[in-house]
């Protein structure tokens, strides 16, 4: 039977935010946010079975795949998160995803529609397609036959004569789900983040995102919990003095200083050298800003077109100056936070079911889960990611399935 744990409601599933962001998207709400979800999963790690938050595992798959039944009509449907669009791409035939859908994800669509159907899905959910047959590929790593695919950045692989590896090779699809909507109307669905439970067919094979740790091996000691307490008060500390700066934030303007400045660390992680010194990212940020809206102002070619852009430059470069020592105490809470997740990755991912694997030109290198989705008991939801690790890699390596 198909069974979904759910964990939280809101709006629609169409995009997460990294922990760290809460600061810039929320201001100092967000970041005392923040340092909730991290104090609930030290919580949860030193075995507090009352902890406020759940985790699921975020598996790396692609594309997204939307399906079930639609409540306006009760016909059964696959998608992409398009269907959430103002103008909906909702595809009940083939017909439809070669309209809808030209190209490699219409591929994928056509045999959700195929396989998917047989689930018996009652409502709607989305998850990750993680393959289909012509995905699947056996390989030798560390001298054992495995069965691999490599939908996004991860290759996910398990013993060809496993007994998972038999599922996976008989299997015409892998999906995994996250989310279950509920709702009278597909334009006003909400979202409930959690894992699917109970499923039973040959031809797909549905991995739980449930997170388990069964052996009580990912858990803090003593010493751990005092080195993350102490983290964590820096981030407090530091959030107190850069809050009314961050609390001026408007993280939706792109050209505003919270907006550059969530690009601005992005660009850091597609880099190669680490996130560096706090100095170093402060006194980077201010040239950053800079190019980027001379390069806005140059490619105006009316001076109507430019004055926008020019008044932008003048009140952030201004507003960069007078705020500097709150800016550093910004990235220093944005800094701790990102090292207090990574602490907290450290410990989830030494409990794996499957291997992860990144293909490297020299073959295969072990690498953790893409993350974590962490929701409280009031719907609020961040995704946990090493984004040293896992960013930088989906940023930069090829992929297997193509956009369309």
Known sequence: MFSFKGYSSSGTNTHLEHLEDEIINNGAKGGRNAIAFLQSLQKMLTGNVSNRVNVTVKWDGAPAIV??????????????????????KINYTSADINRNHPGGVGAKLQVALRELKKLGI??????????????????????????TFT????????????????????????????????????????????????????????????????????????????????????????????????????????NSVGFKLKTYFNSIVRGTQGMGSVKSLVDGFGPYYENFINAEIDARKTAKGKEKFKQAKEENMKFIARNKQALYFAIATYVTLQNCK???????????????????????????????????????????????????ANFTIAKDWVKG
């Open 67 to 88: 399906c079930g039944i639609n409540p306006e009509n009760g016909k059964f449907f696959v998608g992409t998160k398009s269907v959430f669009n103002k103008t909906p």
């Open 342 to 392: 990574n602490i907290v990755l450290q410990k989830l991912a030494q409990i794996q079911s499957i291997g992860h694997f990144l293909r490297t030109d020299n073959g295969y290198k072990v690498t953790s889960p893409e993350g974590y989705v962490a929701t409280d008991k009031i719907g609020n939801v961040v995704k946990l990611v090493d984004r040293l690790e896992f960013s930088r």
């Open 151 to 254: 939908p996004n950045t991860i290759t996910y692989a398990m013993p060809v004569a496993s007994a998972v590896g038999r599922k996976i090779a008989r299997a015409r699809m892998g999906i995994v789900f996250h989310t279950q909507y509920t709702g009278s109307k597909m334009s006003e669905l909400n979202a409930n983040y959690g894992y699917v439970k109970g499923i039973r067919s040959g031809s797909v094979w549905v991995p739980s995102a449930e997170y388990k740790d069964a052996s009580g091996s990912a858990s803090f000691n003593r010493g751990e919990v005092a080195k993350f307490n102490a983290q964590l008060r820096m981030a407090q500390g530091s959030l107190s003095k850069a809050g009314p700066m961050l609390n001026q934030f408007d993280s939706r303007d792109p």
């Open 122 to 147: 009652r409502g709607i959910v989305q998850g990750d397609c993680l393959f289909t047959n012509e995905d699947k590929k056996v390989a030798n790593i560390d001298g054992q036959s495995m069965i």
